[in-house]
T-cell receptor
């Protein structure tokens, strides 16, 4: 079975502070991990995927297979980063059309 | 390219009725997945269709069904509606071609309220 855990429902930081949103997963094979973001009154959109190893809007995430984690980080948070963030896992193979989501973390960046 | 579109955006139904929701994927995307989003359960996978075949299914009762047409458009149907079916239903499409990742692109959702 595949499972994604985001331990923090709420996370508050001040503008300019570093931010880390935690994500741990459980999967027996080689998963593909994603971070999705949902800004207020907007649709869910892809932020990062682990295979591309890219930085989007200053966010990065590294897949740690030993710790089964895929934490999202940004060195200097901005007010426009305030949103709901979801970590998601795709199992690959025949189940790659199924995403398993964590419960989400609401990030609030205060001025 | 135009994004994923879903119709209708809002629906109000009565317990016991049935409902059909529609999703048009991004042009060229052949995989369509459906999710239910509620405050209590979060985002839960319903099913995924690829080339008109259901390829993956989540843990939902048989009242929830779907189909995909030859142009990749998809519909989901919920029969004998219950109050607990009130939710935001999201559709997502994916290219899933050679060299593509498995990322999915989401529509705005259909807000279903069952009274």
């Amino acid at each position: 079975a595949q499972r994604v855990t985001q331990p923090e429902k709420l996370l508050s930081v001040f503008k300019g502070a570093p931010v880390e949103l935690k994500c741990n997963y459980s999967y027996s094979g080689s998963p593909e991990l994603f971070w999705y973001v949902q800004y207020s009154r907007q649709r869910l959109q892809l932020l990062l995927r682990h295979i591309s190893r890219e930085s989007i809007k200053g966010f990065t995430a590294d897949l740690n297979k030993g710790e089964t984690s895929f934490h999202l980080k940004k060195p200097f948070a901005q007010e426009e980063d305030s949103a709901m963030y979801y970590c998601a896992l795709s199992g690959g193979g025949t189940s790659y059309g199924k995403l398993t989501f964590g419960q989400g973390t609401i990030l609030t960046v205060h001025p | 390219k135009a994004g994923v579109t879903q119709t209708p955006r809002y629906l109000i139904k009565t317990r016991g009725q049935q409902v059909t929701l529609s999703c048009s994927p991004i042009s060229g995307h052949r995989s369509v997945s459906w999710y239910q989003q509620t405050p209590g359960q979060g985002l839960q996978f319903l099913f995924e269709y690829f080339s008109e075949t259901q390829r993956n299914k989540g843990n939902f009762p048989g009242r929830f069904s779907g189909r995909q047409f030859s142009n990749s458009r998809s519909e989901m149907n919920v029969s004998t509606l219950e109050l607990g079916d009130s939710a935001l239903y999201l559709c997502a499409s994916s290219p899933l071609g050679v060299g593509s990742s498995y990322e999915q692109y989401f529509g705005p959702g259909t807000r279903l309220t069952v009274t």
